[in-house]
């Protein structure tokens, strides 16, 4: 009795996945020939960066993690 209602769950799990994949089957079937075939862009040439602003950046950055370091600490007397 127990094994009956198994076989009726493996069947109904068989036939759920069968369903769930069959649209992403039948997507995958092209009639289309070489020719016809979509191509990905090609990318056009990239923008150089600008090097001032990314040196400018680095001595900003550079600049406040020195002064951070410079600031002296508060130590009291029980440190």
Same mark, same amino acid.
């Given at each position: 009795m127990a094994g009956s209602w198994r076989g009726w769950v493996a069947v109904a =799990?068989? #036939?759920?996945? +069968?369903? +769930?994949?069959?649209? #992403? =089957? #039948?997507?995958? @079937?092209? #009639?289309?020939?070489?020719?016809?075939?979509?191509?990905?862009?090609?990318?056009?040439k990239p923008d150089?960066?600008? =090097? @001032?602003t990314n040196y400018l950046t680095i001595v900003v950055i550079v600049g406040a993690v020195v002064g951070a370091s410079l600031i002296p600490s508060k130590r009291g007397h029980q440190d």
């Open positions: =799990a068989a #036939s759920v996945g +069968a369903a +769930a994949l069959a649209p #992403s =089957a #039948s997507a995958q @079937i092209s #009639s289309a020939s070489e020719n016809e075939r979509l191509t990905p862009p090609t990318p056009g150089t960066p600008p =090097a @001032i």
